[in-house]
Each structure stands twice: as C-alpha cells, then as structure tokens.
T-cell receptor, first 114, second 111 residues
C-alpha cells in the first residue's frame, strides 16, 4: 500500500542553524501538508501546498519557514534559523483532494534544537 | 477558530470491553471529520473519515458517528484488544481547509 515517507527520522541541530525536512508524498496525490506536534501538545497545522504554491498557512508559519517541491516526488520544509521552541515532531501528509479526502500522514521527523 | 475537545483524556479497560471515545468541535461548518490512531513516538494512522453529509462510518470493529449540528462525534471500538492500546485523535477540516486536532484520548487495554 502506498505510504508517505519522511527523512530523517530524527534530526539534531544547534540553535540558529538551518534544517531541511524531507517528505515523499503518495505519488498520485495533489495536496501536501506539514504539521507539527510539540511534545505533550496537540498536532498543529503549519501549511498546505497545491500546484506548486502555498494554499493555506497558519500563524506559526512565519518567515523562517518555507516549503518547496523541488522535483516531482519530494516535498520539503525548511526552517532557516532554528529556535529552541522549534523542537517538535514534524509530520508531512498528502491527500488526493483538498477538503473531502483523507489525509495520509508520514511517520514524522523528530527535530531537536539544542 | 475551530476548537476540538476530546473526552476522556485517558481510558483504561479490560480486554473485551467496548470503548467509547468522544470528540466535540465548536464550529459545525466542517467538510469532514477524521479519526486517527497514534502509537508512542510514531506517526498518525488514519482510521475513519466521515464526510459532513454522513452520520456514521464503519471499518471492522470501529464505528464512528457524526452529529454535525451538535458538534459531536463518537468512536466506538468493539471487543477491545491489547493491540488497541494507543492514543486516538479526532480532527476536523473546516472552511479554511486546515485539519484541527483534539488532544487525544490515550487508551490502555489490559490483558
């Protein structure tokens, strides 16, 4: 069964460094998403992406975040200058359509900022 | 802003008992509601999706109901097994096309 994959599974970085989290969505899906879950808190929406541009973004998704689909298969989240409070589990998801379809989640990347 | 609440926060039952997990949301203008399972340190596994026009959805031992007008959904798990131990998350998509999650119900099924 097709699944969303994410790399790396765990990333440790120093505060102020740039990180890129990678995702390979399910191949025939059109909508891509990033969510994050700070330890012990709810899963929070960050951004949705369709047709090579951002569809929606939350107030969390400020100028230090960016997303890109550099080729036909990868979907990346870049954090330009990491802060301690960026430490969280980051989930990528994809869906065939926008509102009515199931979103399928990857296993997540645990980001630890020291 | 959509707020999703799940009650109870934790539940412990003996094997074989039926589970009832509750979810409520503040804005009834939703497109759909999705139930997920999350194992410790792992990703989210989609269990069921209920469209806003549907009243319930079933998959095996799982049944989810939706009362959109009152902002409630219930997930029933029949004849629970130790392998059902996990955190169950409810999430809704509203007009802004963003999934809003509840905090989850952590279920422990005792053998």
């Amino acid at each position: 069964e097709p699944e969303v994959t994410q790399t790396p599974s765990h990333q440790v970085t120093q505060m102020g460094q740039e990180v890129i989290l990678r995702c390979v969505p399910i191949s025939n899906h059109l909508y891509f998403y990033w969510y994050r879950q700070i330890l012990g808190q709810k899963v929070e929406f960050l951004v949705s992406f369709y047709n090579n541009e951002i569809s929606e973004k939350s107030e969390i998704f400020d100028d230090q975040f960016s997303v890109e689909r550099p080729d036909g298969s990868n979907f990346t989240l870049k954090i330009r200058s990491t802060k301690l409070e960026d430490s969280a589990m980051y989930f990528c998801a994809s869906s065939p359509g926008l509102a009515a379809d199931t979103q399928y989640f990857g296993p997540g990347t645990r980001l630890t900022v020291l | 802003k959509q707020e999703v609440t799940q009650i109870p926060a934790a539940l412990s039952v003996p094997e074989g008992e039926n589970l009832v997990l509750n979810c409520s949301f503040t804005d009834s203008a939703i497109y759909n509601l999705q139930w997920f399972r999350q194992d410790p340190g792992k990703g989210l596994t989609s269990l069921l999706l209920i469209q806003s026009s549907q009243r319930e959805q079933t998959s095996g031992r799982l049944n989810a109901s939706l009362d959109k007008s009152s902002g409630r959904s219930t997930l029933y798990i029949a004849a629970s097994q130790p392998g059902d131990s996990a955190t169950y998350l409810c999430a809704v998509i509203s007009n802004d096309y963003k999934l809003s999650f509840g905090a989850g119900t952590t279920v422990t099924v005792r053998a």
